[in-house]
């Protein structure tokens, strides 16, 4: 796809350059009074058709894997399906006019001041288009901005704080210790979620890595040490910008694992097929963007999504983690450290 763009990126320029170095070859006259109304007929054909394949080459949204990832895709739709019958619209009239009215050499203009009826029109519907486009999205929002934070909720959900900087992901869990005393007093939960996910000693610490539970909501304390940037996770439908000096609290629900644990590792991009086995497949590699510019490394701050198949295997692998943190390091240095006088 990337080539592609760059392909069509690549021709247009050297079209236009053509036109400014040899206007006099692209200016109708005669016979060719019409070739810029067969240019835009052309053109708005294959954007017709290139629309229509964009499915079939994957060039598409990729699944949705969260509780509310249809009510965003519907509403996306709705839009789409408004804007797209508007553009077409559009632009079929465009290339008619084009066909219907060449120029023609010594053929004057005909001026006129526009009609207000006309006016009125197409001022009101697109008017009526975004009131209702307003008033539909509602649900959608509410359901994803509007979290349910009463005791019982939270104690059944999974808190982490993930803090953006230049160009990272860094995430902290409660260690497993945490966890286990959020198990025994389910309003401690709700007291942390109160004052944001307070550090703790055993908190377990890494980089570009978001971990989260099939059929469990994780809440997400999302904060930015530096510049503006903007959480993304496309198969999770979850898009919120993290600001400086603010904790903002986001959500999300998976509804299919992609992760496999093989020895102390678990491996993603694996699924289960019909008959409950992981198979390997590269659309259950699931990426942690940032779509908010935020210097010259943007593009580098890319991470990766776990979701595991149950809360058993992710606390196995928070108690693996929590092991390796412990250890800073190996044995034998430490003792050729103290052998040396060094502390």
């Known amino acids: 796809m990337t080539y592609a763009i760059i392909g069509l990126l690549t021709v247009a320029t050297l079209i ?20 810029w109304a067969y240019l835009f007929g052309i053109t708005l054909l294959l954007e017709i058709l290139a629309f229509a394949a964009a499915p079939l080459f994957g060039w598409w949204m990729p699944l949705g894997r969260s509780t509310y990832a249809w009510d965003v895709d519907r509403l996306f739709y709705v839009i789409l399906a408004v804007t797209g019958a508007t553009f077409i619209g559009v632009a079929i009239v465009y290339t008619y006019v084009l066909f219907k009215y060449p120029a023609h050499q010594g053929r004057r203009a005909l001026y006129t001041h526009g009609n207000h009826k006309l ?11 975004l009131f209702l486009l307003a008033i539909g999205q509602i649900p959608a929002w509410l359901k994803v901005k509007m979290h349910a934070v009463d005791e ?14 230049q160009w990272e992901w860094r995430v902290r869990y409660p260690g497993p210790e945490h966890l ?24 377990v610490r890494l980089v570009n890595e978001l971990h989260a539970v099939k059929g469990e909501r994780l809440l997400i304390h999302l904060k930015t040490l530096d510049v503006i940037h903007s959480l993304f996770l496309p198969q999770m439908r979850l898009k919120q910008d993290a600001l400086p000096g603010k904790t903002i609290l986001a959500w999300f629900e998976p509804t299919e694992a992609n992760c496999q644990r093989v020895g102390d590792v678990w491996r993603d991009g694996v699924r289960k097929d019909a008959k409950g086995n992981w198979v390997w497949d590269p659309s259950y590699v699931w990426e942690i963007a940032c779509t908010e510019f935020c210097g010259s490394r943007h593009s580098l701050m890319r991470g990766k999504l776990f979701v595991h198949e149950t809360r058993e295997d992710f606390e196995a692998w928070l108690k693996v983690a929590a092991a390796k943190q412990r250890v800073t390091v190996p044995p034998t240095e430490t003792k050729a450290a103290g052998a040396n006088g060094v502390e």
């Open 16 to 35: 236009y350059g053509l036109y400014v170095i040899f206007p006099e070859a692209l200016r109708p006259s005669g016979q060719g009074a019409k070739r």
């Open 119 to 129: 006016e009125m029109i197409w001022t009101a519907i697109p008017g009526v288009l």
């Open 152 to 165: 019982p909720s939270v104690a059944q959900s999974l808190q982490v704080e993930v803090t953006g900087r």
């Open 180 to 203: 286990e005393v959020w198990k025994r007093d389910p309003k401690s939960a709700l007291t942390d979620l109160r004052r944001k996910l307070t550090p703790q000693p055993d908190d």
